[in-house]
Nanobody, 119 residues
Framework: QVQVVESGGGLVQPGGSLRLSCTASGNNFNLYSMAWYRQPPGKQRVLVAQISSSWRRTYADSVKGRFTISRDNAKNTIYLEMNNLKPEDTAVYYC?????????????WGKGTLVTVSS
């Protein structure tokens, strides 16, 4: 039911910056817990950053201090500001929405957006 769509990926040089966006449909976006994951080529998908409905944020050690996750509930959107990008950041970035209906939680995934860090 919930549609999750990422955007903003592309090619960027090492040391550059990029902002990803993710929109999630629904009337209760402000209650969703949202997260960014990434999957480098040939590797497993891992958590990058997450943000709760109360704005509590968590980051992977590999991106701490460089990436910032935020949300704009009026736009049903979360963002991932990525600074000082490194080749190791190259990956497909996925957005996940965790939606609660009563006591039952469901995760919804976007299809991903590719970020390539290369000169």
């Amino acid at each position: 039911q919930v549609q999750v769509v990422e955007s903003g990926g592309g090619l960027v040089q090492p040391g550059g910056s990029l902002r990803l966006s993710c929109t999630a449909s629904g009337n209760n976006f402000n209650l969703y817990s949202m997260a960014w994951y990434r999957q480098p080529p040939g590797k497993q998908r891992v958590l990058v950053a997450q943000i709760s409905s109360s704005w509590r944020r968590t980051y992977a050690d590999s991106v701490k201090g460089r990436f910032t996750i935020s949300r704009d509930n009026a736009k049903n959107t979360i963002y991932l500001e990525m600074n000082n990008l490194k080749p190791e950041d190259t990956a497909v970035y996925y957005c996940k929405a965790e939606v609660w209906s009563g006591i039952y939680g469901t995760s919804y995934w976007g299809k991903g957006t590719l970020v390539t860090v290369s000169s």
